[in-house]
């Protein structure tokens, strides 16, 4: 059975500092996505993952992958309030592509 | 372009009555999902279209949800009768191009359920 860890489950951040997330998955797998999510907001994609040592980067968020280790990281460069949401990691199974199994999110609240 | 749409934005109702969620996916897109998000847990899929037809359904309690799209467009989500563990946020999300297993999901705001 899949499993989709990811931690910390709480960051609170000072605006400028750099954090990492982390997101381990127990099984193998063909992509890993990154989400983004307000409150009250639908989930908006941020990054597919599709092979191991995949990088992306979008502004301030930059996205890895080592299949090998089974982990997806989402690292957060001088961090600005606007960047304070809920992400998501989800990771694919079978051959739907639908077929995701969702961390359990990170809620992240970047202060002044 | 407009997004994926979804009503009501809130339901509440009493354990054992009946539910319906509505669902626009984005134009042109010929597959739509339906998730189940509980409070503080990442959304489980529980039924794949690809146009009106289900691909994958395995994860919906057959015994009292149930959901169709019968002309390839907008959507429905049913429970009957509603169960307090039911309480969760329902969202629907669509794709463009089928059979590409990463291609993106765009997410509608979903349907707050609260089950009294």
């Known amino acids: 059975e899949l499993k989709v860890e990811q931690n910390p489950l709480f960051l609170s951040m000072q605006e400028g500092k750099n954090y990492t997330i982390y997101c381990n998955y127990s099984?193998?797998?063909?992509?890993l996505y990154w989400y983004r999510q307000d409150p009250g907001k639908s989930l908006e994609s941020l990054f597919v993952?599709?092979?191991?040592?995949a990088v992306k980067q979008e502004g301030r968020l930059m996205a890895s992958l080592d299949t090998k280790a089974r982990l997806s990281t989402l690292h957060i460069t001088a961090a600005v309030h606007d960047l304070s949401a809920t992400y998501f990691c989800?990771?694919?199974?079978?051959?739907?592509?639908?077929?995701?199994?969702f961390g359990k999110g990170t809620k992240l609240s970047v202060k002044p | 372009e407009a997004g994926v749409a979804q009503s009501p934005r809130y339901k509440i109702i009493e354990k054992r009555q009946s539910v319906a969620f509505w669902c626009n996916p984005i134009?042109?897109?010929?597959?739509l999902y339906w998730y189940q998000q509980i409070l503080g847990q990442g959304p489980k899929l529980l039924i794949q279209?690809?146009?009106?037809?289900?691909?994958?359904d395995s994860q919906l309690p057959k015994d009292r949800f149930s959901a169709e799209r019968l002309k390839g467009v907008d959507s429905t989500l049913k429970i009957q009768p509603a169960k307090l563990e039911d309480s969760a946020v329902y969202l629907c999300?669509?794709?463009?191009?089928?059979?590409?297993?990463?291609?993106?999901?765009?997410f509608g705001s979903g349907t707050q359920l609260s089950v009294l």
């Open positions: 134009s042109g897109h010929a597959t």
């Open positions: 989800a990771v694919g199974y079978g051959g739907s592509q639908g077929n995701l199994i």
């Open positions: 279209f690809q146009n009106n037809g289900v691909v994958d």
């Open positions: 099984t193998t797998s063909d992509r």
């Open positions: 999300a669509s794709s463009l191009v089928p059979g590409v297993r990463h291609e993106k999901l765009f």
């Open positions: 993952l599709l092979s191991n040592g």
